[in-house]
């Protein structure tokens, strides 16, 4: 089991930044990647950004790129979410989630059943 404790969501207004860390814990050296979703209320939820764990290249949903970055500290079990320009458009519940690397896949889920284990969610708030 792997448990993900997210922290860092708050309320910016259009432009601010803002930085989510997630952190790891318990059975995390099989992990093969960590990733951001994010759900706004109605919507389903969705891809924000991922990581590889081991060799570390991130990927990013378009609305996103240029705007937020994912990195990670292997030695600390974390991964950060570190969001510029933010936009009304990115409020919403801010999930951290890790694939265990049970199946092997060495590539990236964009969706979340692709992920074994959730955190219990960071709120977003961007006003306008």
């Known amino acids: 089991q792997v448990q993900l404790v997210e922290s860092g969501g708050g309320s910016v207004q259009a432009g601010g930044t803002l930085r989510l860390s997630c952190a790891a814990s318990?059975?995390?050296?099989?992990?093969?990647?960590m990733a951001w979703f994010r759900q706004a209320p109605g919507k389903e939820r969705e891809f924000v950004a991922a990581?590889?764990?081991?060799?570390?290249?991130?990927y990013y949903e378009d609305s996103v790129k240029g705007r937020f970055t994912i990195s990670r500290d292997t030695a600390k079990n974390t991964v950060y979410l570190q969001m510029n320009s933010l936009k009304p458009e990115d409020r919403a519940t801010y999930y951290c989630?890790?694939?265990?690397?049970?199946?092997?896949?060495?590539?990236?889920?964009?969706?979340?059943?692709?992920?074994?284990?959730w955190g219990q969610g960071t709120q977003v708030t961007v006003s306008s």
């Open positions: 989630a890790a694939d265990s690397g049970v199946i092997g896949y060495s590539g990236i889920y964009y969706y979340p059943g692709g992920y074994d284990y």
């Open positions: 990581i590889n764990w081991s060799g570390g290249s991130t």
């Open positions: 318990g059975r995390t050296s099989s992990m093969s990647a």
